[in-house]
């Protein structure tokens, strides 16, 4: 391994690193210099200060708390780990080794030296110094027996790199395709935002403990209330009153030790299996082992952890080799089989999407609203926001269905939970609505250069999200037909009202569109480099704005309440009316503010065109 | 003089930067006009104002007799207007025939002639064989190609073509020009930039020369030429700097 390599390999990262702050702006560049620079000089003070809490902490600590310690401390590494994992990945600049075959640098050497210079990350810089302090303290304060702490963190290192390194290569030979590599982008960033809801379901594992907690103390409550009622009547004397006190706090004390004990064991349990069964756990589950005199644990741990991250070195080794001789970008050249596989002619007769025409609808609307939709149907980002409002609404329904007090809300509250239903995936498609153009990016050129009228490109535009949104609101819907019933009537009316909603929220999201528009980079789900203005005109919109303009829609359902809570008339379903009629109102709303948006639109178009198509804007 | 595109000191300020200052073009319908000049010396920044893709600073602009500036005109001239701009126009989600099929329904074009057009440019401009890949998955040549087939496909009076053969494999370039050749002679016009003089010089009837945003001289080919080349001619218009190559006389050492 040549060492000026070595020391290019390493500038380079630095450099791109540094670029990569620096596009983001001057202020973001200047701060994250700062944050590096102080991350490296926080090192010695980081490994002498855990060195320091440990020696104080570790005495008074049980096995099991060392065991929590150095849980928390893996996964708060690995938050940061895998944080930089996907900036990297969502980076323009692909990961692959392949860029660098070409130069005087042996495939091994270009290997190690690439790898090596991967560990440059702040993650590393700030947490090993930490860990390594921490387990000095172990060693200092119990002894030799803790001696195996150090290669187990040693070897844990090695896992996680290697493991990192290993799945950026195999993902950069895969992102050779760019279709693929926006799918590898998002399939990513949904894991790791998946990954990050996990505790919030493992304290929802919890949460029949604090349930009964809960209970309990509304029991305790109520009891000494009557005991205070009873002493009130004079229905016994002093004494009785403090005995039977008494008897009621003891009562209370046993049952609480009694449930912490219970939740006490279930952690316990769960935390023991998921660091036996994750690889990531064994350096924890090791620490707990030398604490408790076994050392198996951390032996085992250190000798399976060793072997994962050399297996993996290994075959990230293979994957470069392969990579250098030509495999992966042979098979990359190739044809598509689906391509090579369809009979010749077969777009002659087949009718595209495209060209399918829309009642009612003039030739560009159409054009423009099914591109839209195809494009959206296919861009992997586009999607995952898009599925967003699902694991919510599934994420929030398990939630409220597993509290007890669903079934038993009133008839006025279902059809809010209903248009709830709605408003969550309404907020989903926020994003990808209130910044229409910016997903386009260059192919927003094409409606500037058309002759179309601008009212037909806002209209087509938000025709394109009508089927998917109207797709995930009556999934929605049905489903909270299905676990909180409302009246059939009311049902009906979520329809109109939801069409008043999302045309209410089309005219918001066109203003938004036409007066903050922002770059967005392919493949990616966020702005690149947004001017504060245009975020604080999105964060108004998204805050503000469309929470208001929604507030209208709920007119109709708080008209019935009111009439029937006066009594005043009965057996009709005025929410179901009044919707329909307040449909028809939006209807027509939409319609004349439209063609006033389609003037807005053409007079900003080449700003917005500016905007759109300019990675640094 | 019947024209095409007319300029009167079109002129487009970035800050302090005078990107185009104050041009007066003319060109006549029929024509096949090259459009001139070093790197980073208007030529995109004026397509992009005459094609309403960007808003000039100053100046008056026709475009088939429409003034551009006029939000009404502006629609009406891009009906009969097709364009490759400088970075593309193309959805990066869709494939050939679906842009295709998308850009006709745009221009109003009925279905059965976009079906036709869109197989013969697709034959022609050899992207039948990858129709079903995304755009996105193109190699810069086929995304050129796309691009112009897009802009042939409701058949203009006028197209913009900024570099078009830039990036196109040379079989596609003869295909390109001899489109655009018979394209020209019935009548119709093209408003053409490219760093490939041999390419203007065989193709354009008219040529414009602009340098750090003034259009320094316009005309006749021929006249342009003043009987030498349009290289020469260019070079001495662009002041070329030959000394410039003299300073890396190590290129002329031997490899150590």
């Known amino acids: ?617 | 003089m019947n024209l095409a595109i007319e300029t009167h000191q079109l002129t487009r300020n970035f800050n302090d930067f005078c990107a185009v200052g104050g041009i007066d073009l003319a060109v006549e319908r029929g024509t096949f006009y090259g459009f001139l000049g070093p790197n980073g010396a208007g030529k995109s920044t004026t397509i992009k104002m005459l094609t309403g893709l960007l808003a000039p600073s100053g100046g008056r602009m026709l475009v088939l007799g429409k003034n551009m500036r006029d939000p009404k005109e502006s629609l009406d001239a891009k009906r009969h207007m097709g364009v490759i701009p400088e970075d593309l126009a193309l959805f990066d989600n869709l494939t050939a025939r679906e842009y295709l099929t998308f850009v006709g329904r745009i221009h109003l074009m009925p279905r059965d002639t976009i079906r036709n057009r869109t197989e013969e440019l697709l034959s022609v401009l050899a992207l039948d064989d990858v129709e079903k890949k995304l755009t996105l998955e193109y190699s810069h040549g086929m995304k050129k190609k796309l691009a112009m087939a897009a802009a042939l496909l409701p058949n203009p009076d006028l197209l913009f073509l900024d570099e078009p053969f830039e990036g196109v494999d040379a079989v596609t370039s003869r295909v390109i020009r001899d489109l655009l050749s018979g394209y020209v002679a019935r009548g119709s016009t093209v408003f053409l930039t490219s760093h490939v003089l041999e390419i203007v010089e065989r193709l354009c009837t008219h040529v414009g020369i602009i340098v750090k945003g003034k259009l320094v001289e316009q005309g006749p080919l021929a006249t342009i030429r003043q009987g030498g080349t349009l290289e020469d001619r260019f070079l001495q218009q662009a002041g070329a700097d030959s000394e410039s190559t003299r300073k890396l006389n190590w290129l002329d050492e031997a490899a150590s």
């Open chain 1, 1 to 617: 391994m040549n060492w000026q390599h070595f020391q290019a390999f390493v500038w380079l990262r630095w450099r791109m690193m540094v670029n990569q702050w620096r596009r983001a702006g001057a202020f973001n560049a200047v701060l994250m210099m700062v944050i590096a620079v102080g991350a490296v000089v926080v090192a010695v003070p980081l490994l002498i200060g855990s060195f320091a809490l440990g020696v104080n902490a570790i005495p008074k600590g049980t096995p099991m708390h060392l065991l929590y310690v150095w849980d928390g401390l893996v996964v708060a590494f690995l938050v940061f780990w895998m944080t930089g994992l996907v900036m990297e990945l969502q980076r323009s600049e692909p990961l692959s080794l392949s860029k660098f075959l070409h130069l005087p640098v042996s495939v091994k050497s270009a290997f190690l030296i690439n790898y090596f210079s991967s560990l440059l990350r702040l993650s590393l810089i700030i947490f090993v110094p930490m860990m390594f302090g921490y387990s000095l303290a172990l060693v200092f304060v119990k002894g030799a027996m803790l001696l195996p702490v150090l290669p187990a963190l040693a070897a844990f290192l090695l896992m996680v790199t290697a493991l990192t390194y290993q799945f950026q290569g195999w993902l950069s030979s895969l992102m050779n395709n760019p279709r693929r590599r926006r799918l590898v982008v998002v399939a990513v960033t949904v894991i790791f935002v998946l990954g990050s809801q996990l505790p919030s379901l493992l304290s929802s594992n919890f949460a029949p403990f604090l349930t009964s907690q809960a209970e309990q103390s509304r029991q305790l409550a109520k009891e000494m209330d009557e005991l205070n009622r009873a002493f009130q009547a004079h229905e016994f004397d002093a004494n009785e009153y403090t005995r039977r006190l008494k008897e009621l706090v003891d009562h209370d004390e046993l049952a609480t030790k009694q449930s912490d004990s219970e939740l006490s064991e279930q952690v316990e349990e769960s935390a023991l299996l998921a660091n036996l069964v994750l690889p990531i756990g064994w350096l924890p589950l090791g620490v707990k082992g030398a604490a408790e005199g076994r050392l198996i644990p951390a032996l085992l741990g250190i000798l399976g952890m060793t072997l994962i991250g050399s297996a993996s070195l290994w075959r990230a080794y293979r994957t470069t080799v392969g990579m250098y001789q030509g495999q992966a970008t042979a098979r990359g050249s190739q044809p598509s089989s689906r391509v090579a596989a369809t009979p010749a002619g077969l777009g002659k007769t087949r009718t595209l999407l495209l060209e399918r025409r829309i009642p009612g609808l003039s030739e560009p609307v159409a054009a423009i609203a099914l591109g839209g939709l195809r494009s959206l149907l296919r861009s992997p980002e586009a999607k995952m926001m898009l599925l967003s409002p699902l694991i919510m609404a599934v994420l929030f329904g398990t939630m409220l269905l597993r509290g007890s007090g669903l079934q038993n809300v009133s008839d006025w509250i279902r059809p809010l939970i209903g248009v709830g239903a709605m408003f969550v995936v309404l907020a989903g498609v926020l994003q990808l609505m209130s910044n229409q153009f910016g997903f386009d990016r260059g192919g927003f050129r094409i409606f500037v250069l058309s002759a179309a009228s601008r009212r037909d490109i806002l209209l087509g535009k938000n025709l394109a999200f009508a089927p998917v949104v109207a797709g995930m609101a009556l999934v929605l819907l049905v489903a909270v037909q299905v676990f909180v019933p409302m009246r059939v009537d009311h049902f009906l009316a979520m329809f109109p009202q939801f069409v008043s909603m999302f045309l209410l929220f089309c005219l918001l999201a066109n203003l938004s569109s036409i007066y903050a528009p922002a770059y967005i980079a392919a493949g990616s789900l966020s702005h690149s480099k947004p001017k504060m203005s245009v975020v604080l005109r999105q964060m108004l919109t998204v805050g503000i704005l469309f929470p208001l303009t929604q507030v209208p829609t709920l007119l109709p359902l708080g008209i019935e309440a009111l009439i029937k809570s006066q009594g005043w008339i009965e057996q009709v379903p005025v929410y179901l009316i009044l919707s329909l009629l307040q449909c028809a109102v939006v209807v027509l709303i939409y319609r004349l503010l439209l063609s006033w948006q389609g003037g807005l639109f053409q007079s900003r178009e080449q700003q917005i065109v500016e905007i759109v198509t300019n990675r640094e804007s």
